[in-house]
């Protein structure tokens, strides 16, 4: 399916009287052989390791392998435990499991790259605060991690996933655009629902660039996970309502590919721009590696 635009993805779905997610289901059984069971099963793992890594971070402190981060996930769970939060439960929850997930990875725990591994936390937070507080069967949550899936297919088949090639807007924007097409679904949205949520996480997260502290996962990545999964929940909660994405989504990733290509060098991944070259960040790659960056 992945050779395919949405909209055609959507159209086809009409045609056959099938869902998003059972289209992506379908693709999955031809291309893997698989069977539908196996396909839905393999899934369902998926969001238990998803799980895990949004709530490991949040019982006891974990610190990167750096050393550099580490702890901020128990410590907003600690915040939201005292009342003090600012947000709803299902925000506030979005947001402590984000911060988890993006630890877990930055110690070397077992994460889903979904898409990737600097945007892992997106998804399952995104998907997880809304299931648990809304009481959504653990079916409701693995038919909506489809239907992020065809999402990220679709932006990785026609764009980029990677941040080294379209920067952060294609990590944590193309993660938010998933999240928010699946929390739709798992709120009983259409699918076109989905897409206009997609498409407006995935505009409001344009631009954004890639400008890792020392080269690693950790110094900017873990709260952008944050921020993505509340993007991803605003724009879920807007297309819920009906408001629509003006520029159809298939053309939102047209448009953040060409920015991202758009973008230099420094701002993709390299950790020599932005972020990673202020005098702090500058400062934290030299007590790290023993040696000043060569810019």
């Known amino acids: 399916m992945a050779e395919f635009w949405m909209s055609e993805i959507i159209k086809e779905c009409a045609r056959q009287r099938i869902s998003l997610a059972e289209y992506i289901i379908r693709g999955e059984c031809e291309n893997s052989g698989s069977t539908r069971e196996q396909v839905i099963e393999k899934m369902g793992k998926m969001l238990d390791v998803m799980s895990s890594a949004a709530n490991g971070g949040l019982e006891a402190p974990i610190r990167s392998n750096s050393g550099l981060t580490g702890g901020a996930a128990y410590q907003y769970h600690q915040y939201i435990g005292q009342g003090s939060s600012l947000l709803g439960t299902v925000m506030s929850s979005a947001v402590e499991m984000a911060l988890s997930c993006s630890e877990v990875n930055a110690a070397m725990g077992r994460i889903v790259a979904c898409p990737t591994a600097g945007s892992c936390g997106i998804v399952p937070a995104a998907v997880l605060s809304v299931g648990v507080s809304h009481q959504k069967s653990r079916e409701d949550m693995v038919m909506a991690l489809f239907v992020a899936t065809g999402v990220g297919m679709v932006i990785g088949e026609h764009a980029t996933l990677a941040g080294a090639d379209g920067g952060c807007q294609a990590e944590c924007g193309a993660a938010a655009s998933m999240a928010a097409a699946a929390v739709v679904n798992l709120m009983g949205g259409s699918d076109e629902q989905a897409l206009h949520g997609a498409a407006i996480a995935l505009k409001n997260m344009l631009g954004l660039v890639c400008d890792p502290v ?7 990545c873990i709260k952008r996970n944050a921020i993505g999964a509340s993007t991803a929940l605003v ?34 991944e390299t950790g020599r721009g932005g972020l990673a070259v202020t005098k702090t960040g500058l400062a934290m790659y030299e007590t790290l590696f023993g040696t000043p960056m060569s810019l």
């Open 214 to 220: 020392c080269g690693l996962v950790e110094i900017p």
């Open 235 to 268: 724009s879920a909660d807007m297309a819920l309502a009906g408001v629509q994405s003006y520029i159809p989504f298939d053309e939102v990733v047209t448009a953040m590919y060409a920015i991202g290509k758009q973008l230099p060098a420094e701002l993709r």
